[in-house]
């Protein structure tokens, strides 16, 4: 039977704005009992603790504070967190677990971005679009199609090799995505089993031995104690003279000094979208490597695509309403093998 519960939205404030369109605005309106105007980033003032008193439902998004204990008792009524965005891991404590509060998070909807970004630096990173951009800007002169095979006799797509580290929902749809291509797809996560990975059709490897076979490696583990520094400068060093390191994932997972030695020497290339510290130095040398991209965390959804993330958001709470369960719940045994 549908119920109408109070819901609370907390999130950076003017983020609900980007989340939500006017029509699904309305529609949150007909599926809670919500303030839209009222966005909590802190829990701790006077109207936090008033609307958590009658919270069922907390819609969160970044920026939301950890849901401790002593937040939880002001919130006695509260079942439910629907997350609009990725990892839940900064806000949902030990105490929500133990609580029995329902979590769902739209990591699944946020990996879509990410995994088109990643195909997308894929197959430029083989067509060595990079290097040719700044040759041709250096050389400002007419070239013959076939100046650019003879500069990059491997360049292209067919039949490279592809390493992904990580079969997490945005390894998943990049391994899909990669279906449309000439390629060999390589998988290293030790979470996967061999019938797991038969039945999808993916091809299981040692992670030194994906490292050592592939043009391209892409990250898309999730940063614990286990994958911090996976990359170290032993595995770097494995990689092929040519090949590409693409990070989506988290910084953690690569050691960054050993990464700008390796591409500093000109035998790699990389594409960075994510650093430690998130924003590098203003006079680190990620700025200025000729044989890097480096974008400042944009794979994620931005834009038009945090609309997806709302969307979902209110397709969980439909559920909910309905007393259906959710259709991706975020479970506490998962969290260790999840971002």
Known sequence: MNHRPHALLAMRPGLEMKLFTPTALNRLGTLAAV???????????????????????????????PLDAEVLEAAPRLRAVIHAAG?????????????????????????IPVAEYTLAAIILANKRVLPIQDHYRSTR?????????????????????????????VGRRVARMLDSLDVEVLVHDPYVGLAEARQA??????LDELVAASDVISLHAPSTQETRGMMSRRRLALMKEGATLINTSRGALVDQDALVAEIRSGRIWAV????????????????????????????????????????????????????????????ARELARIA
Not at 38 to 51: Q, S
Not at 201 to 206: D, H, N, Q, S
């Open 141 to 169: 002169r007419p070239h013959d199609w076939m100046d650019w095979s003879t500069l990059h006799p491997e360049m292209g797509n067919y039949r490279k090799t592809i390493g992904i580290i990580g079969y997490s929902q």
């Open 87 to 111: 990892s839940v891991k900064h806000h949902i404590t030990e105490a929500c677990w133990e609580r029995g509060i329902e979590v769902t998070s739209a990591a699944g909807a946020n990996a």
């Open 35 to 65: 303030d839209a105007a009222l966005v909590i980033d802190n829990f701790t003032t006077g109207p936090a603790r008033e609307a958590l008193a009658r919270t069922e439902v907390l819609i969160s998004g970044w920026d939301c504070p």
């Open 201 to 206: 059709g993916i091809t299981l490897t040692g």
């Open 272 to 331: 960075v979208d994510v650093t430690e510290p998130e924003t590098p130095p203003a006079d680190s040398e990620l700025y200025e490597l000729p044989n890097l991209l480096l974008t400042p965390h944009i794979a994620g959804s931005l834009g038009g695509e945090l609309r997806r993330l709302g969307d979902y958001a209110l397709d969980e709470l439909a559920n909910y309403v309905s007393g259906r369960p959710f259709a991706n719940p975020v479970l």
